[in-house]
């Protein structure tokens, strides 16, 4: 009897990017943090290869994301290069623009010449004849978004992007844009915004049920709220976490006693799940299915297997739902 082997993909939930006919992996990896130019190479390599092994198929990036601002994507272009670049047709890789990059005028925000320019960059980095989505890292107060949308629809028209897409717009910037490229026909099919337990602003602003009745997807970033998320915090704030040591993204004095509270509350109902924190965590983002896929980070190959692990129980029942939100408050 012939039993078929088990291939990464089946390892993998694949959820459908709002209506267009692109497929996210449930859980994608993003190279903000420890990609840059003072991480150690074969950690990344290990936690890439280790990524792709079970079915996370999609890589995020911007042009950014270091130290130093572009470093992720010359690693992530050696990577390729040495390992997964025979599997380009597997993957799907993203990046962004619309932060500050380069000095001068013309290295920030969104304006054509800095699109255009930042992922020409980008692509000579990463050795890629196109990235699979582009973003537009935040919105640009200053120049048209008529202007911002436009450059966007052209970088697809070039063949340099297969589709677009946003980051950090609400609700009602999103209802501009999306306007925008529906106009000029733009493979416009996803939002990337910071959502977790902790911080629910896309509920706020009407932006998941929006994305949702609309052929939106959404990608969240900062699942696990910088860390808090997981059972490191359970007994308050470890010497060698990520507050003690780097203190840009997640501050000691964010990290209230009430909010640690809800954390050692909220790992009571993921033991009872049988899930760790972060499991659970992950799979309460999915849990409508209105959000595509949660963009999670990483600073080894394990921490990555252990987010995977959430999608064995995926499911809420009324009574837990009701719990946590007790919880949340």
């Given at each position: 009897m012939y039993i078929a082997k088990e291939t990464r993909y089946d390892?993998?939930?694949?959820?459908?990017c709002g209506a267009s006919g692109l497929l996210l992996p449930a859980v994608s990896l993003g190279l903000w943090?420890?990609?840059?130019?003072?991480g150690n190479f074969d950690n990344m390599m290990d936690m890439c290869q280790t990524a792709f092994d079970n079915g996370i198929t999609h890589f995020d990036l911007a042009n950014n994301y270091g130290p130093a601002p572009g470093a992720a994507e010359?690693?992530?272009?050696?990577?390729?290069?040495?390992?997964?670049g025979v599997y380009r047709d597997e993957l799907v890789i993203s990046t962004k623009a619309g932060y500050d990059m380069w000095p001068g005028p013309y290295g920030d925000w969104g304006s054509r010449k800095y699109l255009v320019a930042s992922l020409d960059q980008s692509l000579k980095r990463m050795g890629l004849d196109y990235v699979d989505i582009y973003y537009h890292?935040?919105?640009?107060?200053?120049?048209?978004?008529?202007?911002?949308a436009g450059a966007l629809d052209s970088i697809v028209r070039s063949g340099k992007a297969l589709y677009v897409g946003i980051s950090n717009y609400d609700k009602e910037q999103t209802i501009a844009i999306g306007e925008l490229f529906r106009k000029m026909g733009t493979p416009f099919i996803i939002n990337q915004r910071r959502?977790?337990?902790?911080?629910?602003?896309?509920e706020q602003d009407g932006l998941k049920d929006y994305a949702a009745e609309h052929g939106i997807g959404i990608i969240t970033f900062c699942p696990l709220a910088q860390g808090l998320l997981t059972d490191r915090y359970l007994n308050g704030i470890p010497a060698d976490s990520r507050i003690r040591t780097d203190g840009r993204f997640l501050k000691?004095?964010?990290?209230?006693?009430?909010?640690?509270?809800?954390?050692?509350?909220?790992?009571?109902?993921?033991?009872?799940?049988?899930?760790?924190?972060?499991?659970?965590?992950?799979?309460?983002?999915?849990?409508?299915?209105?959000?595509?896929s949660v963009l999670i980070g990483a600073s080894r190959a394990s921490q990555i297997l252990d987010n995977v692990?959430?999608?064995?129980?995926?499911?809420?029942?009324?009574?837990?739902?009701?719990?946590?939100?007790?919880?949340?408050?």
């Amino acid at each position: 009897m012939y039993i078929a082997k088990e291939t990464r993909y089946d390892r993998m939930q694949y959820n459908r990017c709002g209506a267009s006919g692109l497929l996210l992996p449930a859980v994608s990896l993003g190279l903000w943090h420890n990609f840059g130019s003072s991480g150690n190479f074969d950690n990344m390599m290990d936690m890439c290869q280790t990524a792709f092994d079970n079915g996370i198929t999609h890589f995020d990036l911007a042009n950014n994301y270091g130290p130093a601002p572009g470093a992720a994507e010359e690693n992530f272009g050696r990577i390729l290069k040495k390992s997964l670049g025979v599997y380009r047709d597997e993957l799907v890789i993203s990046t962004k623009a619309g932060y500050d990059m380069w000095p001068g005028p013309y290295g920030d925000w969104g304006s054509r010449k800095y699109l255009v320019a930042s992922l020409d960059q980008s692509l000579k980095r990463m050795g890629l004849d196109y990235v699979d989505i582009y973003y537009h890292h935040r919105p640009d107060p200053a120049t048209p978004l008529e202007e911002t949308a436009g450059a966007l629809d052209s970088i697809v028209r070039s063949g340099k992007a297969l589709y677009v897409g946003i980051s950090n717009y609400d609700k009602e910037q999103t209802i501009a844009i999306g306007e925008l490229f529906r106009k000029m026909g733009t493979p416009f099919i996803i939002n990337q915004r910071r959502y977790s337990m902790l911080d629910r602003g896309i509920e706020q602003d009407g932006l998941k049920d929006y994305a949702a009745e609309h052929g939106i997807g959404i990608i969240t970033f900062c699942p696990l709220a910088q860390g808090l998320l997981t059972d490191r915090y359970l007994n308050g704030i470890p010497a060698d976490s990520r507050i003690r040591t780097d203190g840009r993204f997640l501050k000691e004095s964010a990290v209230r006693e009430e909010t640690l509270q809800k954390v050692r509350a909220l790992g009571e109902v993921a033991g009872e799940r049988g899930q760790s924190l972060a499991q659970m965590a992950l799979a309460w983002i999915l849990r409508d299915g209105d959000i595509t896929s949660v963009l999670i980070g990483a600073s080894r190959a394990s921490q990555i297997l252990d987010n995977v692990g959430m999608l064995s129980n995926l499911h809420f029942d009324e009574r837990e739902r009701e719990r946590i939100d007790s919880i949340l408050g």
